[in-house]
């Protein structure tokens, strides 16, 4: 490979890496370099799920607890929304006022619960639903930024 193909391709990488972490980055000032999320103020973490859901049933049982046992737990603000049933999950009545706005967010995820949307500062960070969501994005995104 030549070195201009090189130095592109490498700049492609750099470029792409860039914005693959820029959600973890905040900007300060111009040239005074960034900050973690971790001071830029508490996450808010908001769960939906049913109680007619198996995959919410065993999450509530089994990683609430540990979640909420946790030193993470207690940097957070932690909101739920649970309906009585799969099917109703995103109606009006099963969630609170100021929470409506964030039901396209689970519909565009699909609209199954259990669901997890992650926020700081009233900005999304994250949303993931299912049942391996929580272990594979949620919980290490919490843990990193709490």
Known sequence: MNIKRRAAVTGLFGWMALLAFSPLLDWKKPGSGFTTGKKLGKLTVIYVGAEDCAPCIRWRRERKPEFQASLAFERVEYREVIAPKLSTALEDQFWPEALRP??????????????????RQGRVVAAAGGESAWKSQIWPLIVMEA
């Open 102 to 119: 964030l039901r396209p967010i689970v519909q565009k995820g699909g609209g199954g619960v259990p669901y997890w949307i992650v926020m």
